[in-house]
């Protein structure tokens, strides 16, 4: 009888619990608490990959925007925030995709990949820098996500793809040198965004405007477990303003070939009086598209040696020592083209290697492409 007695008690306070959790459930701060639990229950294809798999279209609320407000309108500012971010986007790589369909559905982008809000003047300039070699696969990709992307956030925006040109080891600093450059004689942007073509961002809550120092944004991939792999990481996708470019000038043009340049552009920032500012982990979140390591882009032997001179070397080496010259500058529906000779190791002018078949350049098959 008393097992009976007490079998019973247990019954009643377990109801009793479930009535209070149903009644604090009702009310809507735990409501929030329970969906965003219930979204991390919804794991998919392995851990980490929550976000982008139930994020939101990249394009789902750019369909209200008109092509221009009317003539007698008055253009106001655009909000702080703007109304169209909406946080995690769901990243995918489908088979087929070409150009022709990235600018039918950016129908609002102009030529050279330039564009403006349609119903507000926008708060920011930004220039998004990306150094460029045999990579097409990954650049169609790129701007399928980074054109709606930057629109969500209303900013007034160009795209620059700066494709070295021959057969020489990539130098991806020396490019974004570059990129910086052309960039500023096009217009006077307030934050240039120099940004790797494989990484696509997986936030719009992960703003491409600068802060008050040089700024990471690519805190958190995929390929790291969405987490920073050391402090003073500072690769993939960074933000600066003209005068933190300045400040460090700019970037090493003597890192040929894979690994360092991030790690000595990261020692500039805090040589020129600044630190790295970084956004948090669950926004500054990026997916990598795979691929091996390209030819031409071999693994720099010399890079630790290199990164132990910075503190000697920042100051003889950078933007007051980059020389290029342009080969050509093509403004393409989707981005502004800039292929560039950039030299060797041994100098700009020096004898090229043994002839080789040069790698296509982006600007010609996204005209054909475009017209299909």
């Known amino acids: ?11 009643f306070m377990f109801l009793g619990v479930q009535l209070v959790v149903m009644a604090l ?19 998919s294809e392995g851990a980490g990959h929550n976000l982008s798999v139930s994020g939101s279209d990249v394009y789902a609320n750019l369909s209200v925007l008109s092509r221009a407000p009317p003539s007698s309108e008055v253009m106001t500012y655009c909000p702080q925030t703007s109304p169209y971010i909406r ?11 070409t150009l022709a369909q990235v600018q039918r559905k950016n129908p609002l982008v102009v030529r050279g990949g330039r564009y403006r809000p349609p119903d507000c003047e ?12 045999n990579r097409e696969h990954h ?7 980074i054109h709606p992307f930057l629109q969500r956030q209303q900013l007034n925006y160009g795209i620059y793809i700066i494709h070295q040109a021959g057969n020489y080891t990539f130098n991806r600093a020396k490019l974004m040198n570059v990129g ?18 494989d990484l696509i961002p997986e936030d719009d809550r992960n703003t491409y405007v600068c802060d008050a120092n040089p700024k990471h944004a690519a805190i958190a991939m995929d390929k790291f477990g969405y987490k920073l792999p050391y402090n003073l990481y500072f690769g993939g996708v960074s933000a600066l303003t003209p005068l933190h ?17 991030d790690d000595d552009i990261g020692v500039r920032v805090s040589l020129g009086g600044m630190h790295i500012t970084r956004p948090s982990v669950k926004v500054g979140r990026y997916k990598m598209i795979k691929h091996k390591l390209d030819k031409g882009n071999d693994i720099n032997p010399k890079r630790f040696n290199m990164l ?13 020592t980059a020389e290029y010259e342009i080969v050509s500058r093509k403004y393409l529906p989707l981005y502004t083209n800039i292929t560039v000779e950039i030299g060797t190791e041994a100098g700009l002018h020096t004898p090229p290697a043994a002839a080789q078949p040069a790698p296509p350049d982006p600007a010609k098959p996204d005209q054909k492409q475009l017209k299909s």
Not at 187 to 194: G, R
């Open 308 to 320: 132990s001179k910075t503190r000697q070397s920042w100051k003889l080496d950078g933007m007051n």
């Open 180 to 197: 910086f450059r052309e960039a500023m004689r096009d217009e006077d942007w307030d934050c240039l965004f120099f940004h790797d073509v």
């Open 1 to 11: 009888m008393v097992s009976i007695q007490s079998k019973l008690r247990y019954l």
């Open 122 to 133: 926008s708060r920011h300039r930004t220039a998004i820098i990306i150094p460029h070699r």
């Open 25 to 43: 459930l009702s009310r809507e701060g735990y409501q929030k608490r329970v969906t965003y639990f219930i979204r991390i229950f919804r794991k």
């Open 87 to 97: 946080g995690p986007i769901h990243v995918s790589f489908p088979s087929g995709l």
């Open 245 to 261: 470019y300045l400040k460090m000038n700019g970037f090493p043009n003597n890192y040929w070939g894979w690994g360092g340049e």
């Open 139 to 145: 650049l169609k990709f790129l701007l399928y996500y």
